[in-house]
């Protein structure tokens, strides 16, 4: 019974991980390079969540289209300063670039709201709901619901639309896309925006339950980077499938041990996992190996 | 020679009057400012200046995007504090004993970490920071845990202490020319030229015979030895040790440092550290948004001068006062005569999913033969001598040279056992002379002087004497192919395996070309040479073999080949004197 309430508050952080996740590796497909500044992105949208709750007292489910709007404008600027500029040097150039991005990003933030925790407001307000000596709250409930609505509409934004067809032709090959006559440039853009506002997102569910400080970037990104690293580099599917099994390890072992044990197992995994199986558990997405 | 000009050249070719009047400016300064407080930063500078030096040699030289940098700095300044204020250890213990530590982790994590590729490689050094910093929180007993640890010694050697201000400071900045030597002499030499050649081009190092993972270790390994000895200065300068020197932002500076000054000059380590330590400083109106001004010069950096601020310099002057070119070494004839060989290829095979490019080839090469392999596109060819040069692995069959199995063998082990390559595409540094792009290629070298004069006898005879100097990037394509048979040829190989030399030459340059590898077959030499071109083969080989579908479907004198039927319907397609008029 304990194992089940320890899943299901795992699935609730997992389903948060896997939007950040998510916008990771759609950037990584477009683009061939890491945005190590999605981990920031992640504080930012818990931050304007909090500044926003600060001006108009509303519920978190209204604030959401708002956050996930802004941040979808800080991704086009974050596109459009770190990584336009470079898109013709070697990858790893961006990866230095928005790691100098993420500083900015944090340390603005500190300098605006401090470094003390903040909370954002709960999705629809506190309660719980209980049965069979297992308990959920309304808000991890929210979570999961927003998430998988969100995961929902970028797969059949892909997957079903003319826009989601340009996106995953720009993402395979960027030279057949630009032949075909796709704006190259507007996709790799919109998809920094996606990515931003799906961290915007998971920033806002996340802030309510475990409060957000400035600096909590680096955990958000590292998570993120580990989910799609053991999901397979470049696989969606695989992204979301290790941003469940990173959370559920993380609730898990820190039930069983702490928050630090948790977090620095975690690392001996993936190093153990990059060990015997460099592409991946699910294998690498052919040829897109940056 | 002089004692200046031995300095020089001890020194290296492009150390600069600039940066002379760089480090007087540094020592006159405190003349100037000599507060303690000014004192205190550029001691600071000094540490950071050392850690940064580290880790170019893994960022800069290997380039590789270590995050780990931080952790043994972190690690270091850790290991010094507590045996300082725990045990009351000396500088003269905890210094090394914080070395030591660092360079035991960086082994301890090499085995896992440094076989994986850039973005991997990122995120793995970037879970060491993460994990050695978990552990100084949470091992409170011996760590302090958030505190850390107060009460750290001043830098005391065999019990003399040494004051902070002045005598800190020479002593730091003393520490920081010590390692500047030896990263010179470490980075300066051929293992330069073979970092060089490992970050620009890492087929091509193997094929020439580098071991890379060796190079990498020793370079991750020395980052880690200099990040741990800054790291035990530091604490004894700050005098306490807390998780913040573990935290992300002092990676974040190191490899600011780096970025900036630029990433594998000595002189950048040290410009980037002296103002990445004072721009606090400068921005102090900013106050608490200093480390977003980091944050800011750091992509601005990136974006707009990825070279450096020495990097900037240099191209400046190269500009404005262009420098004379030395004159070339003098030529050593190479000493290794070719041990000739017999290459034994049986019931070879090697399949990509469904497709079969190489399907069951037999083939037999004897000793000083020179021999062309033609085909289709498709027909298998490049696969073959991916297969021999250990670059593919085979799925079946054996390959034999002289009587000992090589297949699976990987392109090292094939380069130091004789057999040397060119590619298809060339793969050279552009930014290199010819002269070092040819001596790179000698795996067994010990010295550089003697091995350019090697390249340089090597030079001469491929017609490429007068360019030995000139970077590669600004050679014609016919010379640049001449360049990498140089490097091919330096090691004294007994076999050279050539995939397409032709492929983008002139009539003339491949007229060029055809001389010299016939004088290359002469000198004993087997050739191997993958090719389209009939007209350019028949000027040097004396057999062909042709490839279809991966298979052998003709094998012998060049006039006989070109008759047979079945090399007519595969490959030409027409009759043999037609295709000759449209070569």
Redesign the interface.
Known sequence: MELLQLAINGVTLGAAYALVALGFVLVLNATSA?NFAQGDLVVAGGFLAVALAGLVPLPGILLLPLVMLLMAAIGLAVSA??YW??RD?P???V???T??????I???L??IFGAEPRAAPALFGAGRLEFAGLMITHQALAILGVAAVLIGGVHRLLGRSQLGRMLRATAQDREIASALGIPVGGMVALTFALAAALAGAAGLLLSNQFFITPTDG?GFI?KA??AV?IGG?GRIGGALAGAMLVALFEIVVAALF?Y??A??LL??A???I??FR?QGLFGEAVGR?? | MNAAARLRGWLGRDINALLLAGALALAAWPFIQGDPYSLRLLTLAGIYALAAIGYQFVFGHAGA?SLAQGAFFGLGAYVAGILSAKAGMGFELTFPTAILAAGLLATA?A???L??????F???T???G??TL??A??WESVTGGANGIAGVAKLNLFGLTVERGWPLMLLVWGLVVLGAVAARRFTGGLTGVRLTLMREQPMAAEAAGIDIRRLRFAAFLLSALFGGAAGALQVHTVRVVSPEVLE??VM?SL??IA?IGGRTSIAGAILGAVLLVHLPEWFRPLE??Y??A???A??AM??AA?WGLIGGLRMARGKWMPEQDPPPPGEIAPSAAPKPSQLEIGGLVRHFGGVRAVDGVDLSIAPGEAIGIVGANGSGKSTLVNLIAGTERPDAGHIRWGGKRIDGLPPVGIARAGMTRTFQSLKLVDGMSALDNAAVGDWRARDIAHTRGEAMHLLTRLGLGDVAWRSCGTLPPGLRRRVEIARALIAGPALLLLDEPAASLTGEERQALASILSAVSRSGVTLVVVEHDLEFLTGFVSRLVCLDAGRVIADGAPEQVRREPAVIAAWLGQAPDEEKENS
């Open positions: 890491v300063l770190a500029p470079l040097r990858p790893v150039s990866f230095i670039s790691i100098a991005l993420g500083i900015i944090q340390n603005g500190n300098g680096t590292v980077y580990i690293v580099w702490d630090a044990v977090t620095g690392y001996a993936l190093l153990v990059l060990f460099p190996r940056a | 995007l994590v085995l896992p970490v076989r994986l590729q850039s973005h991997y990122a995120l793995a970037l879970g060491i993460q994990v978990l552990v929180v949470n992300f932002p974040v490899l600011a970025v608490k948004y480390l977003l980091y944050g800011a750091l992509l990136v974006v990825p």
